[in-house]
C-alpha cells in the first residue's frame, strides 16, 4: 500500500496562463475588499482590548496570507515576504498580551510596531495585486 500521490503545485504568478492569473486576481481583490469592508469595521467593534483585536487581526493575516501562498495567489517571493512580516507582528502582539498578563505593562511599543508591520504587510499584499493585474494587461498584449 503506497501513499497517493501528491498534486502538482498550484501556479503562482510567474508561470500562470492568462486566464488563471485573471482567477487568482480577482479573487486576490475580493478577499481584500472584504478584509477591508467588512472584517476589519467587525474586529473594530468587538469589546476587546486594543492590542487583542490588532492580534486577532494579525493571526487572521498570518492565516490568509498561507492560504494565498498556498493557493498560488501572487508571486511566491512577494507571498513569503509578506507571511513573515504578518507572522512577525503576530508574535509581537502575542507577547505583548502574555507579558500585560504577567503584570509587565511597559511594552506598548510592541503593538506600535506590529500595527507598522500589519501595514507593511498590507502593501506586500496590495503590490502582489498590482503585480498580477500588471502581468494580466502584459500576456493580454503578448498573446
Avoid at 77 to 103: E, H, W, Y
Amino acid at each position: 500500500m503506497g501513499a497517493a500521490p501528491l498534486p502538482p503545485p498550484p501556479h503562482t504568478a510567474e508561470d500562470a496562463t492568462p486566464s488563471e492569473l485573471r482567477r487568482a486576481s480577482f479573487r486576490l481583490l475580493l478577499m481584500l475588499l472584504a478584509l477591508a469592508l467588512l472584517v476589519v469595521p467587525l474586529i473594530r467593534e468587538l469589546p476587546l482590548g486594543t492590542s487583542t483585536r490588532i492580534g486577532m487581526l494579525a493571526w487572521l493575516l498570518v492565516m490568509l496570507a498561507l492560504y494565498w501562498l498556498f493557493h498560488g495567489m501572487g508571486y511566491r517571493p512577494l507571498l513569503l515576504l509578506q507571511l513573515g512580516i504578518f507572522s512577525v507582528a503576530a508574535t509581537l502582539l502575542s507577547a505583548k498580551i502574555l507579558l500585560v498578563i504577567v503584570d509587565v505593562n511597559q511594552v506598548n511599543f510592541l503593538r506600535v510596531v506590529a500595527r507598522w508591520l500589519i501595514m507593511l504587510g498590507g502593501i506586500c499584499a496590495g503590490a502582489n495585486l498590482i503585480g498580477m493585474l500588471i502581468g494580466l494587461t502584459r500576456r493580454r498584449g503578448l498573446g
